[in-house]
């Protein structure tokens, strides 16, 4: 064991003071460090339906999302689309897009500050996740 007098030599007092400058420094990196660590991606809505609405070069798309979460949906060809949040908190979506059948789309969401990546898919007739014919823009 150190006695007292040990504490007052000039290096063994600088050794310790860096030890324990080292353990505190440790210790603030290791509490904060969680702060710090990456989150799981957002994964982007579901689209489990798609049907052509009655005005002529429209579709409806409906899907899945996250609880109050922004889904865009977006036409490529037109460079148009819809934007609408989950403000009932049902985790579902539904917009309406001008579209031909064949058109590349994707959807995406966001919760918070995290956008998910983008859900790309083909326009064409769709009900309860099955397409009604695949061979359609082949």
Known sequence: MLSPKAFHHPSRRSALL??????????????FSACLSPTLPLPPPDVN??????????????????????VTVFNERTG??????????????????EADPCDLAWAKQEEGQDTSSRNTFVIQKKSQDL????????
């Not at 860096?18 to 509490?31: D, E, K, P, S, W």
Request: proline share 2%; charged share 15%; with cysteine.
């Open 80 to 97: 148009r689309g819809a934007v609408v949040e989950d403000r009932d908190n049902t985790g579902f979506f539904s917009v309406t897009i």
């Open 131 to 138: 397409v009604e014919d695949p061979n359609a823009c082949k």
């Open 18 to 31: 860096r030890a324990f400058a080292l353990f505190v420094a440790g210790l603030f990196a290791l509490l």
């Open 49 to 70: 339906s798609m049907q052509q609405a009655q005005a002529s070069g429209t579709w409806t798309i409906s899907g899945t999302c996250l609880t109050g979460a922004i």
